[in-house]
């Protein structure tokens, strides 16, 4: 099936910006879906379909997708954003979820 | 709005089943496919199926078919997951989601499940 590939950990202080990547072979063919997950908790949807921000969301996130790289984007990194993120795609050959590994953003 | 709530937490030993509920609410049950997705301590989301609840129908990771099985119940807007044949390293927080097509929209809160002799 589809593989996944994320860095375990990504560190940036605040203010600055935090590019957080999600490989796989010719993924800019696919819809990413990008998720948030403070410890202890749950995950929340912060980006679907690419590009696209569930309300709520700060607009200092973003994604992007292109080739075999997405991206999520956060700007001006707060404390706040310190989480796990997964990015997942739907796998049509397997009719299946796939995730990532994850990403640890730790705020310096 | 909408809520997804999930039952609470269980201790299984080696062997044993445990059914994990996922109730509803908030909007229309049979609309949106059910998932189910796990995470061992530490580790990352493992996507286990599906379930449409309008038809019944489901769909299995390989890696859990014959041992999982996806069910609904629409009078109570509640759909289900069992897993059977416990074994140590299903120990995890099972976490059930309303998808939106390819993507999970309302995660519940998870349910964490423990399988100890």
């Known amino acids: 099936s589809f593989v996944l590939t994320q860095a375990p950990s990504v560190s940036v202080a605040p203010g600055q910006t935090a590019r957080i990547t999600c490989g796989g072979d010719?993924?800019?063919?696919?819809?990413v879906h990008w998720y948030q997950q403070k410890p202890g908790q749950a995950p929340i949807l912060v980006v679907y379909?690419?590009?696209i921000r569930p309300s709520g969301i700060p607009e200092r996130l973003s994604g992007s997708n292109s080739g075999n790289t997405a991206t999520l984007t956060i700007d001006r990194v707060e404390a706040g954003d310190e989480a796990d993120y997964y990015c997942?795609?739907?796998?049509?050959?397997?009719?299946?979820?796939?995730f990532g590994g994850g990403t640890k953003l730790a705020v310096l | 709005q909408v809520q997804v709530v999930q039952s609470g937490a269980e201790v299984k030993k080696p062997g044993a089943s445990v059914r994990v509920s996922c109730k509803t609410s908030?909007?229309?049950?049979?609309?949106?496919?059910i998932h189910w997705v796990r995470q061992a301590a530490g580790q990352g989301l493992e996507w286990m199926g599906w379930?449409?609840?309008?038809?019944?129908?489901?769909g299995y990771a390989q890696k859990f078919q014959g041992r999982v099985s996806m069910t609904r119940n629409t009078a109570i807007s509640t759909a289900y997951m069992e897993l059977s044949g416990l074994k140590s390293d299903d120990s995890a927080m099972y976490y059930c989601?309303?998808?939106?097509?390819?993507?999970?929209?309302?995660w519940g809160q998870g349910t964490l499940v423990t399988v100890s002799s």
């Open positions: 997942q795609v739907w796998d049509s050959s397997s009719d299946q979820w796939v």
């Open positions: 989601v309303r998808a939106f097509g390819g993507y999970g929209g309302n």
């Open positions: 908030g909007y229309t049950f049979v609309s949106y496919d």
């Open positions: 379909t690419d590009d």
């Open positions: 010719n993924i800019g063919s696919q819809s």
């Open positions: 379930v449409n609840p309008n038809s019944g129908t489901t």
